[in-house]
């Protein structure tokens, strides 16, 4: 492969990777930020070490506190002292999945909203604000009725009063004073993330600034104002969906493939929403999606860093004690079929060909899901896996070939994806064949001692390097926390890759690989 296309393999990876991480939410396993620490597991991963995480457990845990609040939320604290620094991650367990029909990219608009700031922050003066921002939403409700009415009279002059008195309210906005207030007192990393499962709000801090995280955080949850500047972020996301999404290939390939994969579950739509439920989005459903979801016991939060326990409660009191006790939502997910036979999607558009293949697989509780993890690292992890060897290396059908375990999330049954871009000359069919023979040996073929053992070191390395940060270990307690019901089984997945088999492997892959079980995506060049 000449260096021209290795450099147009990366570019349209890295194009794919954005579209799947910020469509359906998926979040690789890998650090948020990252907080350097000095945890000497992660950085010699040596056979001793491999053996047994205990040492590393016990550690933890003995430099854990965990509590709740009275009106339910939870806290998970690590202590950390090796820099006078703390990361600090607000876990909501409300993503996509949790939507109303028609409603499809609330909860990523939320997301949005929530650095707007509070009836303190963000605003010049929020009782002139406020009547200005209760007009804008009269005024939108009544051009869209107009419009449906076809009076383009009315529009237009309801659309040339909206434009004026949004110019009034902008006048009365503090510009990302949240964000100002952040780094002006030392903070990095004020960032957020909504997937199909869950809303991530995240940022660090100086081990000093303790009780400013909690003034700030504490008061963006509590009095949010959710109709400043909606419409200007409705525009922002609108921009977003058509450039990642309406104007990419491969973005509306993504989008199609995951329809054609779920008939039921809420997985099957995109996290950023579709274009019609987006703009029919109103400050109000924002609102009630937030009272809805935004209870205290859906709330967990996770403190990695230099801080004091004790400390930590005492203000977590203080300030979050004051959140009302609310029912959190009952959870109202339809149930996927098993899928019976395959299923394919075909899209011709201006773009190089790409193949796409997934597999259903269980959640993230399964009792194999260090299994899959395993054959995921078998087939796609670096130049070493048996895609990139066969199909771009030995072959060379593909300009890159890849896949990955848990998409478009984990907590759910979801999917094990492939995907590879044909190299010049070849067809996505070619790649179908040569993907379907390295899927099929693991059915026949044991994988030889040597490989598993190296696969397993990698995958043990790589979550261990993610727990060095503090806001990867963050990250990590929290997602396991609240998908599996305990932080603690986020080590029980490091002895459970340890324990994989060669056996498990052929077993897993006889069950899941099976012609039944199989989506199909192939876009192809309007020009093939």
Do not use: C
């Not at 700030?216 to 921009?239: G, N, Q």
């Not at 099957?268 to 029919?280: A, M, T």
């Not at 054959?375 to 059908?397: A, F, H, M």
């Amino acid at each position: 492969m000449n260096q021209s296309s290795r450099s147009i393999s990366r570019r349209l990876l890295a194009i794919l990777l954005v579209t799947v991480v910020l469509w359906w939410g998926w979040t690789p396993k890998m650090a948020l930020a990252q907080t350097p620490t000095t945890l000497q597991p992660s950085k010699t991963p040596t056979s001793k070490v491999q053996t047994s995480i205990q040492p590393y457990l016990d550690r933890v845990i003995k430099e854990l506190t965990e509590f709740r609040l009275d009106n339910g939320m939870k806290f998970i604290v690590l202590e950390r002292h090796q820099a006078p620094v703390v990361s600090f991650l607000t876990y909501a367990n409300v993503g996509g999945v949790d939507e109303p029909d028609g409603k499809t990219g609330v909860a990523h608009f939320l997301e949005h909203l929530a650095f707007k700031g509070t009836t303190r922050i963000g605003t010049e003066d929020y009782k002139k604000e406020k009547p200005l921002l209760e007009t804008l939403e009269r005024l939108d409700a009544q051009i869209k009725t107009a419009k449906t009415d076809g009076k383009k009279d009315e529009v237009a002059r309801l659309e040339a009063e909206f434009k004026k008195v949004e110019s009034q309210a902008a006048k009365l906005v503090k510009q990302n004073e949240l964000g100002q207030i952040v780094e002006q007192a030392g903070g990095v990393g004020l960032n957020a993330n909504t997937s199909t499962e869950a809303t991530r709000y995240l940022y660090s801090f100086p081990a000093n600034k303790l009780e400013l995280w909690m003034s700030l955080e504490s008061e963006r949850f509590l009095d949010p104002v959710i109709r400043r500047e909606f419409y200007k972020e409705r525009d922002v996301i609108l921009e977003e969906r058509r450039m990642r999404v309406d104007n990419s290939p491969i973005g509306m390939m993504v989008e199609k493939f995951i329809d054609t994969a779920y008939k039921a579950h809420p997985y099957r739509r995109p996290v950023i929403g579709y274009d019609e439920d987006i703009r029919n989005l109103t400050p109000e459903d924002v609102q009630k999606f937030f009272d809805t979801h935004y209870v205290p016991s859906n709330l967990t939060i996770a403190i990695v860093g230099d801080v004091n326990p004790a400390e930590v409660k005492k203000l977590a009191q203080t300030y979050f004690g004051r959140y009302e006790a609310k029912t959190k939502a009952v959870e109202q997910i339809p149930v996927e079929p098993p899928q019976q036979q395959t299923r394919e999607v075909t899209l011709q558009l201006p773009s190089q060909p790409w193949y796409l293949e997934g597999y259903h697989r269980p959640a993230i509780t399964h009792p194999d899901n260090a299994v899959y993890e395993i054959i995921g690292s078998l087939l796609s992890d670096g130049r070493t896996s048996r895609l990139y060897k066969s199909l771009v290396e030995k072959q060379r059908l593909a300009l890159n070939a890849q896949g990955f375990s848990g998409f478009p999330g984990d907590k759910y049954p979801n999917l094990m994806l492939f995907y590879a871009l044909t190299a010049p000359g070849h067809t996505v069919d070619e790649l179908a064949v040569a993907l379907r023979q390295e899927i099929d040996k693991l059915k026949t073929v044991p994988v030889a001692v040597a490989d598993l053992e190296r696969v397993k070191t990698q995958a043990r390395a790589s979550l261990l390097r993610t727990l060095d940060s503090n806001m990867g270990m963050a990250q990590q307690l929290l997602e396991y926390e609240v998908k599996t019901g305990s932080w603690r089984n986020l080590f029980k997945q490091l002895d459970d890759i340890s324990a994989v088999t060669t056996t498990d492997i052929v077993r897993v892959a006889k069950e899941t690989f099976t012609a039944k079980n199989r989506t199909i995506g192939k876009l192809l060049s309007k020009e093939a």
